[in-house]
Nanobody, 115 residues
């Protein structure tokens, strides 16, 4: 499975961005897709995750501001980010979870929120 993410950029605090990620290859094996992020000097952390069964998880820091959604084809995932804060600045990584807990990662897209 290969993941291609896009949509990062520079935005002022309070603004919005939408990230997109498309999976290619053995997409039939995907059971969930999501987004992680890693800020400088920090560990990678879960932002939001959506399973093929419809279960959705958000980190507490983004609840009410970010919305994750899956595309109709189930091989795409989106992250709508509203009310962005400077602390949301990070490299955002698309993640796919396959069968037997195999994980796939995209190349990362930079999100920078200026104050």
């Amino acid at each position: 499975v290969q993941l291609q993410a896009s949509g990062g950029g520079l935005v002022q605090a309070g603004g919005s961005l939408r990230l997109s990620c498309a999976a290619h290859g053995s997409i039939f094996s995907i059971v969930g897709m999501g987004w992680y992020r890693q800020a400088p000097g920090k560990e990678r952390e879960l932002v939001a995750q959506a399973t093929s069964g419809g279960r959705i998880n958000y980190s507490d820091s983004v609840k009410g501001r970010f919305t994750i959604s899956r595309g109709n084809a189930e091989n795409t995932v989106y992250l709508q980010m509203n009310s962005l804060k400077p602390e949301d600045t990070a490299v955002y990584y698309c993640n796919a979870l396959g069968e037997s807990d195999v994980e796939y990662w995209g190349q990362g897209t930079q999100v920078t929120v200026s104050s």
